[in-house]
């Protein structure tokens, strides 16, 4: 696949052009040269271990078939980087390498819920995801954490427990950021399915029907979903660009040694 050997190489470049002039030791080091060894050693293992991730990230969503179905790698990367930084801090479990994206930067017409299994790299669903009431129209725009504002909320999650509700086959969402999704119990965000989530009701009302916060989905998918990702698996809403969101779960660092874990490399 000619475009992402390409993107791979500039990735790569990109980061060996950072990172590379850190493997020089200072000659007046008060450490002296064994300290300067030390040094070395650390940034040329960090720098193979960003040219590993980068290259197993673009690997991944080509394989997975990504490309055609409309996600930007940028968004998978962010996605990927906060999977592994759950990982490292011990709120995620190795053992259930699935990962939810939603784009919510996307129009509610498109699909931009995707369920990805990292180990067989392939998309297991691809489907339409519904945005709260008060998130926008067609487009998400206003995200919220607060009680009662029937708006959707970004950043990191962790699926939890299924129940049988008003929807059907539930899931329940734990929010993992303050700032952003950690009301999300108190809310009763949950993963659902919802009739108005269809093609029928875009082709009749021009967008997507809209819920009270939650990311509701197909009624005739929610269930099979539900079901693959409950559990302990992670979910990453990507807001719109026009949002102010930073993470400490998207810094690249402590990913990166959840990320050598993994694949049975030492670690950093």
Not at 35 to 57: D, G, I
Not at 176 to 190: H, I, K, Q, W
Not at 229 to 255: C, M, R
Request: aromatic share 8%.
């Amino acid at each position: 696949m000619p475009t992402t050997r390409t993107a791979f190489a500039g990735v790569l470049l990109t980061a060996l052009t950072i990172l590379l002039p850190t493997l020089v030791p200072a000659a007046d080091n008060p450490g002296g040269p064994q300290k300067n060894t030390l040094s070395a050693t650390v940034a040329a293992r960090r720098a193979f271990y960003t040219a590993a991730f980068e290259q197993r990230m673009l690997l991944t969503y080509a394989q997975s078939g990504l490309t055609a179905t409309g996600m930007p790698v940028d968004v998978f990367r962010e996605a990927l980087i906060g999977y592994y930084n759950l990982q490292q801090r011990g709120l995620a479990s190795a053992s259930k390498p699935v990962l939810t994206v939603i784009d919510f930067s996307r129009s509610s017409r498109l699909k931009r819920l995707w369920v990805i299994d990292l180990k067989q790299q392939r998309v297991l669903f691809h489907t339409l995801v519904a945005h709260g009431k008060n998130t926008g129209e067609e487009f998400a725009q206003a995200f919220s954490n607060v009680n009662g504002s029937e708006q959707s909320s970004i950043g990191f999650y962790l699926t939890g427990n299924t129940y049988n509700g008003k929807h059907g086959l539930s899931l329940k969402l734990r929010g993992l950021e303050p700032r952003y999704n950690s009301n999300a119990g108190s809310r009763a965000v949950v993963v659902h399915g919802a009739e108005y989530v269809c093609e029928d009701f875009v082709r009749q009302h021009g967008r997507l029907g809209r819920s009270q916060g939650c990311p509701a989905l197909p009624a005739s998918q929610a269930s099979d979903i539900i079901r693959v990702i409950k559990g302990g698996s992670v979910i990453y809403a990507h807001a719109p660009a026009a949002v102010n969101y930073t993470s400490s779960f998207l810094q690249l660092d402590p990913a990166l040694a959840a990320f050598a874990r993994s694949q049975g490399l030492a670690q950093l």
